[in-house]
């Protein structure tokens, strides 16, 4: 064991304001990797929201991580109408960590036994870093996780629906901007073509959308040639000439400095935590560009989980509420427009209101 003082590394969890209800951090007795289970609000039901495998620079960088993503877990979970409450966790992996299949699955192991010590109040699925298969090695120590594969039984990845809840916010959003759900003839900036970037990617290029792409990893330029779309550097996405900016890879992209540069009328993404600070709201306001609130937006995995999850669910109304989410966004920026507000004041007024209602 060594002992350090805290103080200065305590200093980015200063920053963020701790209204959670529980947060368990404890290093893995088989894989010794430091988890952190954060449960925000169990207001509305059990918590859920899915579990990250993530190298971050420091501990108190991934415990922040998990305490900002479990508060967002309640806005979404609250903004899409569903009866589950915001939670989260991180398993941080320093940087350069890079594990092997066996070390995941003691990861995943540990895992299920800091879920199962939570004693229900918050289930987990799988998030940037884990998948379905990894889902199944943590549903051998607790029974709260979802998204299994169909293999074991479970409803498998949830990326579907959330590429489907964002491909109905850019309609919505375009439709706002232009008065049109169109998407042939608009141009999107889409950076990060991961598991939702990639499909939302592959739809607004049969719809007929001009596409500008980009991602850290290079090995994804080969679906930007297979759409026909144009690949530019990380660092250029941001500032080019276009109608949408679509953020499909990790949070915190919106920094002041990408506002101010930023070239189009509207943003909206998957990625969680766009902004880097909630003042960038108002920022993207002032410069006339249409935020559209991202844990509104990304929704759609969620709405999956929970509505497959239970018994003789119904695909058809599944899809009908994910293709909802578009009404949610068109009504929030209905609202915003209305009481002269941000987007996000809008959106985060739906969910605490809902929130409200339950207490
Ligand atoms: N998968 C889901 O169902 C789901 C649900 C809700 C929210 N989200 C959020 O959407 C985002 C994408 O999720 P995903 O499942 O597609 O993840 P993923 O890991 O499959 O894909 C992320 C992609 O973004 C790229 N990337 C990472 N950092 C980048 C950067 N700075 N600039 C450009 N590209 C970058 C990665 O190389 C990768 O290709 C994440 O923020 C995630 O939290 C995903």
Redesign the pocket.
């Known amino acids: 064991m060594t002992l350090t003082h805290p103080a200065a590394a305590l200093d980015s969890l200063a920053q963020i304001p701790l209204s959670h209800e529980k947060v368990l951090i404890e290093t893995g007795k088989r894989s010794g990797l430091m988890i952190t289970v954060a449960i925000h609000s169990t207001r509305l039901g059990q918590a859920l929201g899915?579990a990250r495998l993530w190298q971050y620079a420091s501990w108190t960088d991934a415990v922040a991580d998990a305490l900002r993503l479990s508060a967002a877990m309640t806005l979404k979970n609250a903004a899409a109408g569903l009866n589950r409450g915001g939670g989260k966790c991180v398993i941080y992996l320093p940087l350069g960590t890079v594990l092997t299949d066996a070390g995941k699955r003691l990861a995943m192991l540990d895992l299920g036994d800091a879920i199962e010590s939570m004693k229900g109040a918050y289930m987990t699925a799988?998030?940037?870093?884990t998948s379905a298969e990894l889902m199944a090695i943590v549903a051998e120590r607790t029974s709260h996780v979802c998204g299994l594969p169909a293999a074991s039984g479970g409803v498998g990845?949830?990326?579907d629906?959330?590429a489907a809840g964002v491909y109905a916010s850019i309609e919505s959003t375009l439709e706002a901007l232009f008065g049109s759900r169109e998407v042939r003839g608009r141009h999107l900036v889409i950076?990060?073509?991961?598991?939702?970037?990639?499909r939302v990617a592959t739809a607004a290029a049969a719809a007929g959308a001009t596409l500008t792409v980009?991602?850290?990893?290079p090995d994804?330029r080969a679906l930007a040639d297979e759409l026909g779309a144009r690949w530019v550097p990380?660092a250029d996405?941001h500032r080019v000439h276009a109608d949408l900016f679509v953020p499909?890879?990790?949070?915190g992209?919106l920094t002041s400095a990408v506002i101010a540069e930023l070239n189009v009328l509207g943003i909206c993404g998957?990625?969680?935590n766009q902004l880097e600070n909630p003042a960038g709201a108002a920022q993207l306001n002032a410069r006339g560009i249409l935020w559209a609130p991202d844990f509104v937006v990304?929704a759609?995995?969620?709405v999956y989980l929970d509505l497959a999850s239970e018994p003789n669910a119904d695909r058809a109304k599944i899809t009908e509420r994910v293709a909802g989410i578009g009404s949610v966004l068109t009504q929030i920026f209905t609202d915003a427009s209305a009481s002269e507000i941000t987007t996000l004041a809008a959106a985060e007024l739906l969910a605490v209101t809902r929130l409200n209602a339950a207490s």
Do not use: F, H, R, Y
Request: aromatic share 0%; glycine share 28%.
């Open positions: 899915g799988e998030d940037v870093g990845e949830p990326a629906a959330t950076s990060g073509l991961g598991q939702v970037g990639g980009t991602d850290i990893n994804k990380v996405a499909c890879g990790l949070g992209v998957a990625a969680n990304n759609g995995g969620v």
